[in-house]
């Protein structure tokens, strides 16, 4: 079954208050990412946990082993239930993460981002990597797989490669998912949450397309109904 995240791009408390108000009988999932994290730190976890709900910490963790392995504890300490990292950081790193994950909170999700869908294939070869984008997010999968990571954070482009190659039961989370008719915006490939579904996607992400959107709770019951099994 799909789960829905909910992005919480903001700068400011009240444009969160605001949003998680609207939603708090209809969202269980947020993401908090470097914009809101940078300005007002771990008391927005306290704060969005306080209210009972699941958080995902995409700050995308990438240094050398022990670094990420601690930054991975106190994050999980304090009451996140999805991590990530970056998957180029080594299997070592990623293996450091996953098992500080585990340590804290058996239930917590540690979940690896392979290759940022900014760059394409001539910004690998830029960094020294001749190869294209999908053959990079399939070898990073395979080895954030192997290393203990719960799942990754996979473009709808290559996510059913990922399926193919790690199995069913590796978790994927889908950014990119615009409702039929919704504003692309600076996205430039995008799927429906029902093609995500359809896709096996474990969460998607969606921002804009509810946060933006005139009624942000009825936008998320829409998206809801399109993931919710037949
Ligand atoms: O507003 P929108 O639905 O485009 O927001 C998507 C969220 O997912 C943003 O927080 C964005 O940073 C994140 N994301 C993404 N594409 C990725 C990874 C993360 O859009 N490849």
Sequence with gaps: MTKLIVALDFDTLDEVDNLLDQ?????QWYKLG??????????????????????????????????????VRVSVASGVDMINVHASGGSEMIAAAAQAAQAENPDALMIAVTVLTSMDEQALEEIGLNVSPAE???RL???AQAAGASGIVASAKESALITENCGADFIQVLPGIRPSGADQQDQKR????????ALGAHYIVVGRPISKAENPAQAAQEILKDIAPA
């Design 136 to 138: 990079q997010v399939i």
């Design 23 to 27: 939603l708090s009988d209809t969202v």
């Design 190 to 197: 995008v799927v429906t949450p029902a093609e995500a579904a």
């Design 141 to 143: 999968a395979k080895l």
């Design 34 to 71: 470097k914009q809101l994290f940078t300005a007002h730190g771990p008391k927005l976890i306290d704060h969005i946990k306080g209210k009972g709900k699941s958080l995902f910490l995409d700050l995308k963790f990438h240094d050398i082993p022990n670094t990420v392995a601690q930054a």
